[in-house]
């Protein structure tokens, strides 16, 4: 039986480093797993949007497809955008099975990718009981995302850090989440004598440089999570994981 295609979502940038880097992260899942056929398409600004991947894959005569949002928390995207334009893709190919995956996180592979940024950016375990660490999202109004962001500051927290405190770049950011440059300024004012920023984003953009313009005040900035190869290995985790799921009833009824 053929495997079903796994079409990776992502938002989507005029910033032509989103897209790139998105394409490099798809071309490493191909890597990892030769033989798997691996898609990429766009909410917004690039091509090629999600709705034409589908047509195009249906044309081809592929009949199942797990498509997994590029997400690193359930949000607006997860819970509405995705799901729209999937319902509406299958009124229009009603062959094509398509079954939306789990957003990213949490995992610890994110983790493990966030420590290996840091790693790149010259952090090493020695350093961390003088080093506090900002976590900055990109940042939501969504309770379930805000919460998820606070329970990884609190989990890092027990790793050796000094002190962690989640940022939010984005201006929207909900009462009791600094921006990156405010949580910085907190680190300092506290007495932490170094302070490391670590971007919980995945590809370069609007957000991410809002980052790295309030990270100033940082000794140490990490790059985005971009095509960390935890990363490639979450995405094919999260594809797994969808297959079994929609497995489980045939088994059940077999």
């Not at 910033?15 to 056929?37: C, E, K, N, Q």
């Not at 997400?71 to 099975?97: G, M, N, Q, W």
Request: aromatic fraction near 4%.
């Amino acid at each position: 039986m053929t495997a079903p295609v796994l079409l990776v979502i992502a938002h989507g940038s005029r910033d032509p480093r989103h897209a790139a880097t998105v394409h490099a992260l798809t071309a490493r899942v191909r890597s990892l797993r030769p033989g798997l056929r691996v898609e990429t398409g766009f909410l917004d600004f690039n091509a090629p949007s999600v709705p034409r991947v589908l047509e195009r894959l249906t044309v081809q005569g592929a009949q199942e497809v797990i498509v997994l949002p590029l997400l690193l928390t359930r949000a607006f995207h997860a819970k509405s955008d995705i799901p729209t334009v999937l319902h509406e893709a299958r009124a229009r190919l009603p062959r094509l099975r398509v079954r939306q995956a789990e957003v990213l996180g949490p995992s610890p592979l994110l983790d493990s990718a966030l420590e290996r940024r840091l790693h790149e950016a010259g952090i090493r375990p020695g350093d961390r009981s003088s080093t506090g660490l900002v976590l900055a999202s990109a940042g939501s109004t969504d309770p379930e995302a805000i919460a998820v962001i606070a329970e990884i500051a609190r989990e890092l927290r027990h790793t050796g850090w000094c002190s962690v405190r989640p940022a939010f770049a984005s201006a929207t950011s909900p009462a009791g989440f600094p921006r990156t440059e405010d949580a910085v300024r907190a680190l300092r004012d506290e007495g932490v004598r170094r302070v490391a920023v670590a971007p919980y984003v995945i590809a370069p953009g609007r957000l991410p440089d809002r980052i790295a313009a309030g990270a100033v005040g940082a000794d140490v900035v990490a790059d985005v999570l971009g095509p960390a190869p935890e990363l490639a290995r979450l995405l094919l985790t999260r594809y797994d994981e969808a297959r079994r799921e929609a497995a489980r009833p045939a088994a059940l009824t077999a």
